[in-house]
């Protein structure tokens, strides 16, 4: 492992479960409760902006009642001592990895902790809600929607991300289920320039038969031994 120089790191929904934020695909099909296309498409916001933004709401209230794990921890540890090139990718929209300590990170699917206006196209650190429409700090328009990356919407900094791919020769995914693309196609990119690929995850997911090497568990035991070894 520790040979490697170019990392690429991918984390999914399985990398925040044990701090307790829902993945998206659970055992029901439901996302809390909600079908994807409810909630997760410019269509459904379009159709009842109330939903979308109590949904929304409700996802970045939670933040503050989790806390990163022990995966989350070690990713920083990993950017903090890496010499490396290092870019964390990540599909989540929680703010774990920040405060877990990672700074080569990119949201691609955005982030709870952002308002998008879409009358003007200012983003906003945003805490608090948005279902009550408060006016856009920069306009004044009070059409501010989630900054997240919806179905049917493109993700956000694919240059620089296929740019990393591109040069990587390790390439890590952990914990998704690799059902959506483009992130599910990261793992090719990275076959195709000659990186080692190695996927972290609870049980196999869709894309399990194109990593050189797979290892099953949960994320909060297998990050940081994985971490280990690529620091020794
Ligand atoms: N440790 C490791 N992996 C885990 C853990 C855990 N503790 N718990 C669950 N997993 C795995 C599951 O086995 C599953 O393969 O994490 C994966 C989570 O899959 P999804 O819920 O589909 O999440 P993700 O792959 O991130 O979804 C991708 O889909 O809905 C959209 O935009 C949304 O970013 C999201 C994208």
């Known amino acids: 492992m520790g040979s490697h120089r170019r990392i690429v790191v991918l984390t999914g929904a399985g990398i925040s479960a044990e701090s307790g934020v829902a993945t998206f695909r659970g055992p029901d099909g439901l996302w809390e409760g ?11 916001f379009a159709r009842n902006p109330a939903l979308v933004q109590a949904f929304y709401d409700a996802r970045r209230a939670r933040l503050a009642e989790v806390a990163p794990n022990a995966a989350h921890l070690a990713l920083g540890r990993l950017d903090a001592a890496w010499p490396g090139e ?36 200012t983003r906003h650190r945003w805490e608090g809600p948005l279902r009550h429409n408060p006016p856009c700090p920069a306009c004044g328009a009070q059409r501010l929607r989630p900054d997240i990356v919806w179905f049917g ?67 909060g035991t297998l990050v940081p031994a994985l971490v280990e070894e690529l620091l020794a």
């Not at 964390?88 to 709870?112: F, K, P, S, W």
Request: aromatic content about 6%.
């Open 153 to 219: 919407e493109m993700p956000y900094a694919m240059d620089r991300i296929l740019h990393a791919l591109g040069q990587c020769d390790l390439f890590i995914a952990i914990g998704t289920s690799g059902q959506v693309y483009p992130a599910a196609g990261f793992v090719e990119t990275a076959r195709e320039v000659g990186a080692h690929t190695v996927e972290l995850n609870l049980d196999r997911s869709a894309m399990s038969n194109r990593f050189h090497e797979r290892r099953l568990g949960p994320a």
């Open 34 to 44: 909600h079908r994807v296309e409810d909630v997760a498409t410019p269509e459904a």
């Open 86 to 121: 290092l870019l964390i990718v990540t599909q989540n929209v929680d703010d774990l990895h920040e405060r877990g300590g990672a700074r080569r990170l990119l949201h691609m699917h955005g982030e709870l902790k952002s308002a998008w206006c879409t009358a003007c196209g």
